[in-house]
């Protein structure tokens, strides 16, 4: 995939982007979609959150290798998760693809990508670890999203974060 148009769409932009590779790749493996709407509920809030940090808390807790380290919820401390939802993903996640644990924490590492710094330029690091996705994409064979519905997503706005948008209009899945 060029990677050169993805230079003009913002960081928002950028992790919806992921975020459908992420839904491709839930409909590819034949996985009932409503399972996973929980999680994607969490992703999608990227493109419209005020904090970054709230949606790094919860997504570093849902990603399937950090979650099923803990037997139980009381195990870990947990900062976002409620009970209800670690034993759910806990259940989720016991027969998985590899590929969603990966996915997850590329997604995760997409939107960390900036964390604490202003964009400069293109966002190369952004750049970067969305390529890392797409290439995972392609090696699994995953079906790549259309970029068109991302291109309005300008890195002009908002020092390269983009306005927020709701995401979830964007989704196959919600």
Request: glycine share 6%.
């Amino acid at each position: 995939m060029d990677m050169e148009k993805f230079k003009h769409i913002s960081m928002r932009g950028r992790v919806a982007y992921g975020i459908s590779c992420f839904e491709n790749a839930i409909i590819a493996l034949k996985y009932d979609v409503n399972d996973w709407k929980i999680i994607l509920n969490y992703l999608w809030k990227f493109t419209s959150i005020q904090y970054l940090d709230d949606w790094n808390d919860i997504i570093v807790e849902l990603i399937p290798e950090n979650l099923t380290e803990f037997k139980t919820y009381e195990e870990e401390e947990f900062e976002r998760l409620s009970k209800d939802e670690f034993i759910y993903m806990y259940s989720l996640y016991q027969n998985i693809d590899g590929s969603v644990d990966a996915l997850l924490r590329g997604i995760y590492d997409l939107g960390i990508s900036h964390a604490y710094t202003v964009i400069e330029g293109y966002g190369e690091s952004s750049l970067k670890s969305l390529e890392r996705i797409i290439k995972f994409m392609i090696d699994y064979n995953f079906p790549l999203p259309s970029i068109e519905p991302f291109l309005k997503f300008s890195i002009e706005e908002n020092r390269g974060w983009g306005d927020k948008f709701d995401g979830t209009k964007l989704s196959k899945i919600l």
